[in-house]
């Protein structure tokens, strides 16, 4: 199944919603409120069209509607670089990385886990 691209607003939702697991509207709200000024009745509204798109399922057995997100962040996360990888970096994975790293430098941590996934990648271990 392919779900549409989240905008910016959806995504900050889903962040809730992977963080916190299902959530009713209030809860979503009182996070992401705290963040930026947002009314409940557009977040209400936001998980209504998410609903529709089909990025969120909703669980209305109880009186207070409970929303969760219907792909993991690890699948999201996928789905949004292959989208920028093929728009921005004609598919090149370098240019991706190279981009990236040259932005914002990775952490001596951070390297660290790129190296041990570079060595499972070729086959062998570093």
Known sequence: MHLPMPTDAELAILK???ERGPSTVRQVFEVLSAERSLGYTTVLKMLQV???????????????H???AVQGESQTQQVLVRDLLDRAFGGSAMKL??????????SKEEME?????????????S
């Open 97 to 106: 990385v190279m981009q990236a790293l040259s932005t914002r430098p990775a």
């Open 16 to 18: 809730v919603l992977w």
């Open 50 to 64: 998410m609903h529709e798109k089909g990025l969120v399922r909703r669980d209305d057995s109880e009186r207070s």
């Open 113 to 125: 886990e790129i190296r041990k996934l570079l060595g499972r990648t070729k086959g062998g271990g």
């Open 66 to 68: 409970v929303f969760a």
